[in-house]
């Protein structure tokens, strides 16, 4: 009853046929007004308010009137506001009290000094579907669970044992992307970068995991695609629950619907997958492949407290999930800057020529001979973090951070996209150079605070090591045997890249 009167209210005043980021900002001025109107009464009956020195930041109103925009990019925004109130400030946004950080020196106080004060998470509405929250690598709270899974993730998944193991498996994915690149090239047909990439990171996982291929076709690829953008797309979108959890039994956005309807269809995958596996491993003659999946169902045979299949989907879910969307995002944008950037273009080439020849296969063992790739992605990192808020954090106490009390409870959010973009940190922050980086002892693991794509601390995201080959490995892959030209002569940068591609002649 009360979510149909809701639903009344927002279609009398005309917002269903609203982008969500237009319903968030136009729901959210309501509901401020409402809060603040009800922030008012309460404040006639309070006796005692417990006081904070809270970091300084905008007033209610400078946030209503920038609502719009901090809906659509919020990582814009907050580094406006920054620059205005510092590169430490405190944002209240609906019921929730927010802590933003633009700096590399403050961002260390988080990840390193008060790493376990601030280590636990704030589980967005379209995350807690299905019982994920319970079981979510990247979102449940400090706990044995999650102390089991990343220890898993760190010894069987990511290792370099485990990763050199599987270093065939991804060349052979790796020649079938740039078979299917080569088709293209001999029609002159334009290729989408970040879908062709989707695809081999799909494989590769789904490979690693079930020793098959999920996609084959493109048809294939666009259904897993769906699935995958929509649910990052929901976890993404500002959601008027996260910050007013009294409206969280109305969903008045309909995230958490979209989230649990697409997370749904990705757990019946893995079940069908598991249940399968499961039937041939009680067959007297099944002789093991020694794939992810039998290793993780080996582990729940010897210690079903830590493994079970229903963790293993969950597990396999946000594995999937982060592992193709935000590699496939990085190395379209790379792709991209190199295409809008001749020069840089050209310098990676020659290295590759050098070191590699022209046309011939990359291995995992060069990438440390070519200085010059390596800045391109970390240049790439730097511009356009796939995360641009990273995960928000969770301070589990009480914590003194640059002179400040950030109060228990409080959610941090550290803006990395502003910190790649602030000129007293990057000469031209704006402009793609990747010559900033050779020689320069800037890494993305977690302990340079100026460049921390991949997070920091005990919650840096555990499948760095598999993103970053994949990056390199894909990326210079295309440039060795490929020449690129944009689609329709397209110089608009922030347009998801269409090339081209011209094959190269080896030499």
């Known amino acids: 009853m009360y979510y149909q009167a809701y639903q009344n209210i927002i279609s009398s005043l005309g917002y269903s046929n609203m982008n969500p980021e237009m319903y968030f900002a136009t729901t959210m001025l309501i509901l401020f007004l409402t809060y603040i109107s009800i922030s008012l009464i309460s404040l006639i009956g309070r006796t005692k308010k417990q006081k904070y020195n809270l970091p300084p930041g905008p007033s209610l109103l400078t946030i209503m009137r920038n609502v719009f925009e901090l809906g659509k990019k919020p990582q814009y925004s907050l580094a406006k506001f920054s620059k205005i109130y510092g590169p430490i400030m405190h944002l209240k946004l609906g019921q929730i ?84 690149i080569d088709r293209s090239s001999l029609v002159g047909e334009a290729v989408d970068v970040e879908k062709a990439a989707f695809k081999t990171l799909l494989n590769v996982l789904s490979n690693t995991f079930f020793s098959m291929d999920f996609v084959n076709s493109a048809g294939e690829t666009d259904e897993y695609k769906d699935i995958v953008e929509s649910l990052m797309t929901a976890i993404g979108t500002p959601n008027l629950v996260d910050f007013f959890p009294i409206l969280r039994m109305f969903d008045p956005q309909g995230i ?29 003659n099944y002789v093991t492949n020694g794939d992810m999946l039998d290793n993780l169902l080996n582990i729940s045979q010897e210690n079903g407290q830590m493994m079970d299949t229903t963790k293993i989907q969950h597990l396999f879910l946000d594995l999937f999930v982060a592992g193709t969307d935000t590699t496939s995002y990085a190395i379209e944008r790379g792709m991209a800057e190199l295409v809008h950037n001749p020069h840089a273009m050209l310098k990676a080439k020659e290295e590759l020529k050098q070191i590699i020849g022209i046309g011939n296969p990359i291995e995992e063992s060069d990438i440390t001979r070519l200085p010059y790739l390596q800045a391109v992605v970390k240049e790439t990192l730097r511009m356009h973090p796939s995360a641009p808020l990273l995960l928000p954090k969770k301070a589990r106490v009480d914590v003194k951070i640059h002179g400040y009390t950030i109060p228990q409870g409080a959610q941090v959010v550290i803006n990395e996209w502003a910190i790649g973009r602030n000129p007293n940190i990057w000469d031209n ?52 045997f490929f020449d690129w030209k944009l689609e329709n002569g397209d110089r608009d940068i922030n347009q998801p890249l269409r090339a081209i591609p011209v094959r190269v002649n080896k030499v």
């Open 256 to 284: 958490r619907g979209i989230s649990a309807t697409y997370a749904e269809k990705l757990l019946q995958i893995f079940d069908s997958y598991i249940t399968k596996r499961l039937e041939l491993r009680n067959e007297e």
């Open 97 to 180: 009290t927010t802590i933003v950080i633009s700096s590399p020196d403050i961002a260390q106080e988080v990840f390193q000094t008060h790493d376990l004060s601030i280590s636990d998470r704030t589980i967005p509405q379209a995350v807690a579907v299905l019982g994920h929250e319970h079981f979510s690598l990247p979102f449940m709270p400090m706990s044995n669970l999650w102390r089991d899974l990343r220890k898993i993730c760190k010894n069987n998944l990511f290792s370099n044992k485990t990763l050199d193991a599987s270093n065939e498996l991804r060349c052979k994915k790796l020649q079938e992307l740039l078979c299917d």
């Open 429 to 480: 922050p704006n402009s793609f150079l990747p010559e900033r980086f050779l020689g320069s002892e800037i890494n993305f693991n977690g302990q340079n605070f100026q460049l921390t794509p991949f997070g920091g601390g005990r919650r840096i995201c555990p499948g760095m090591p598999l993103a970053t080959k994949m990056i390199h490995m894909m990326l210079g892959s295309l440039i060795n």
